[in-house]
């Protein structure tokens, strides 16, 4: 696609609910990460891609946060048990390759809020 | 561990004023140096980078020079307009290994006319 898509871009659910959030970065882009951005905090990162691994999963809050990345393509973040402290706005972006000087692509986000 | 301290929001400025806006770090190594900025409704964009000691970033106006002997990237621009009214991001992605990219917690500009 033209652009890192993210969706669904707003999610209500209730405190104890489970959600699915979805990321289709750019066709060819090998690297994917998500981050996480409450408000009047920086962007706080979850977890990186390469490919359909995870060699850095440290950024996870806790054993309710997990994701998976299908086909070295789409990616889905799944939170368990959802908490009201888990309302953010959740960032997905790629980049073409691990080098350290190529620069992300972000999606638009998906904004998440727990009632 | 890295990070990255950006000055606090928000900033509001007239338009043509000069704007800088801070950025130090923390990092073991040479980190590569980005600002990214975000507009409202719409996504993070890179703004601008520099990969070196020395180095300067420039794009849209803006300019950033890498100091490693001060570990600062601080942001400027000659004369902002209102169309740069933004969320403007400090970051960094640690030398060695894979690109993993820190984040500061972003400034916020208003510029008013």
């Known amino acids: 696609g033209a652009g890192v898509s993210q969706s669904p871009s707003n999610k209500v659910t209730e405190k104890g609910k489970d959600v699915e959030l979805r990321c289709d970065p750019i066709?060819?882009?090998?690297?994917l990460y998500w981050y996480r951005q409450s408000l009047g905090q920086g962007l706080e990162f979850l977890i990186y891609?390469?490919?359909?691994?995870?060699?850095?999963k440290s950024g996870l809050p806790s054993d309710r946060f997990s994701a998976e990345r299908t086909g070295g393509s789409v990616s889905t973040l799944t939170i368990q048990r959802t908490q009201q402290e888990d309302s953010a706005v959740y960032l997905c972006?790629?980049?073409?390759?691990?080098?350290?000087?190529?620069?992300?692509?972000f999606g638009s986000g998906t904004q998440l809020s727990v009632l | 561990g890295n990070s990255v301290t950006q000055m606090e929001g928000p900033v509001t400025l007239s338009e043509e004023a000069f704007l800088t806006i801070n950025c130090t770090y923390t990092?073991?190594?040479?980190?590569?140096l980005f600002w990214y900025v975000q507009y409202p409704g719409e996504g993070l964009q890179l703004l601008l980078k520099?990969?070196?000691?020395?180095d300067k970033g420039s794009n849209k106006g803006f300019e950033a020079t890498y100091r490693k002997e001060t570990t600062s990237f601080h942001l400027e621009k000659g004369s902002v307009q209102v169309s740069d009214s933004a969320v403007y991001f400090c970051?960094?992605?640690?030398?060695?290994?894979?690109?993993?990219?820190?984040f500061g917690t972003g400034t916020k500009l208003q510029v008013i006319p």
């Open positions: 970051a960094l992605s640690a030398s060695g290994g894979y690109q993993k990219v820190t």
């Open positions: 990092a073991t190594g040479y980190p590569s």
């Open positions: 066709s060819g882009h090998t690297a």
């Open positions: 520099a990969t070196k000691a020395d």
């Open positions: 972006a790629s980049s073409a390759d691990r080098g350290r000087n190529e620069k992300l692509f």
């Open positions: 891609f390469q490919g359909n691994s995870a060699p850095d």
